[in-house]
């Protein structure tokens, strides 16, 4: 009950999965990034690509058999690739249900 009060529990969804609390949300997420456009040398090496795993499943079962949102905030994996991509990497992109590849480049 304490933990609801002060924002800290995670919310139990309609669902029954449980998603992050306010606080977990207001102190691990920002309005804005602070990307910086930086400049590299284009990686030329055989080997290029980066294989990026996501998942369409909303919930993931835990440890103690309790369902938590898989949802990640999309900086989380965009401002990364971004900066691997423009240092000249490729991306093959897959999920685990659908086992679909894309590349990344070509979108």
């Not at 995670?10 to 306010?22: F, I, R, T, V, W």
């Not at 309005?31 to 993931?60: A, R, W």
Request: glycine share 6%; proline share 5%; hydrophobic share 35%.
């Amino acid at each position: 009950m304490l933990k609801k009060l002060l924002g800290i529990a995670p919310n139990l969804e309609a669902d029954g999965s449980y998603s992050p609390s306010k606080l977990a949300l207001k102190l691990a997420t920002v309005d804005k990034t602070d990307y910086e456009d930086i400049s590299y040398t284009k990686y030329q090496g055989n080997k290029s690509k980066v294989l990026v795993i996501f998942t369409e499943e909303k919930n993931m079962e835990m440890k103690n058999g309790k369902m938590f949102s898989t949802g990640n905030h999309p900086v989380e994996t965009l401002v990364p690739m971004l900066h691997l991509k423009n240092a000249g990497f490729d991306f093959e992109i897959a999920t685990p249900v659908s086992y679909t590849h894309l590349r990344a480049h070509e979108t």
